[in-house]
């Protein structure tokens, strides 16, 4: 059964402290990996797909990494609005009609 | 921006009672997807539709549920006989390619609170 492991559950960090979030996924066969991040109240927001191991994704304090059982979302110098769930998804082979979702990590960026 | 909106966006029912939910996707994406998310937990799969077709559903989707895409336009997720396990957020999304590929993009979901 596809799996898909995100840690730290939550994360605080201080304004300016960068940190990664962890997500670890077990599938047969990846098609794309995504990454989401969810304010309260509202729908995941569409930030990277990656596709191969290797591939790398950026955007303003974002980088998001891609290997063969895990991927990695680089903060740098974060921000107070940075704060928010951050979820990651798996696209799979034999499944390409929908994606299989971590559980989140909640980040707080305290100023 | 015309993303995809969800309505409505809170409803209240007493348990047993039926609820429907409408969703509008971005109007060139033809792939619509019904994801149910509760507390704490990512986004759990219920169906999806191409066009008008519905293609799959999940094991979660018991028999009191039921989702339409007349048209291949907007969808209605319908929940009947209530029960306080429904309680959750119901979030639509569209793409425009297959979704293991593609990105999903969803609206901000019906809270649904039977009680």
């Known amino acids: 059964e596809d799996q898909v492991t995100q840690s730290p559950e939550a994360l605080r960090l201080q304004e300016g402290e960068s940190s990664s979030l962890n997500c670890s996924y077990t599938?047969?066969?990846?098609?794309?990996l995504f990454w989401y991040r969810q304010d309260p109240g509202k729908g995941p927001e569409f930030l990277f797909t990656l596709y191969s191991a290797g591939e790398e994704k950026e955007k303003e304090r974002l980088k998001a990494t891609l290997t063969k059982k895990e991927s990695f979302l680089h903060i740098t110098a974060p921000k107070p609005e940075d704060s928010a769930t951050y979820l990651c998804?798996?696209?799979?082979?034999?499944?390409?009609?929908?994606?299989?979702f971590g559980s989140g990590t909640q980040l707080t960026v305290l100023p | 921006d015309t993303g995809v909106s969800q309505d409505p966006r809170h409803k209240i029912t007493k348990r047993g009672q039926n609820v429907t939910f409408r969703c509008d996707p971005i109007s060139e994406h033809n792939r619509l997807y019904w994801y149910r998310q509760t507390l704490g937990q990512g986004p759990e799969f219920l169906t999806y539709f191409q066009n008008e077709a519905q293609l799959e559903k999940s094991r979660l989707l018991s028999d009191r549920f039921s989702a339409e895409r007349p048209k291949g336009s907007f969808s209605t997720l319908e929940i009947q006989r209530t029960e306080q396990g429904d309680s959750a957020m119901y979030l639509c999304?569209?793409?425009?390619?297959?979704?293991?590929?593609?990105?999903?993009?969803f609206g901000n979901g019906t809270r649904l609170t039977v009680t």
């Open positions: 599938v047969s066969g990846l098609r794309g």
């Open positions: 998804a798996v696209g799979v082979s034999g499944s390409a009609r929908q994606l299989t």
């Open positions: 999304a569209s793409s425009l390619g297959p979704g293991g590929d593609s990105p999903l993009h």
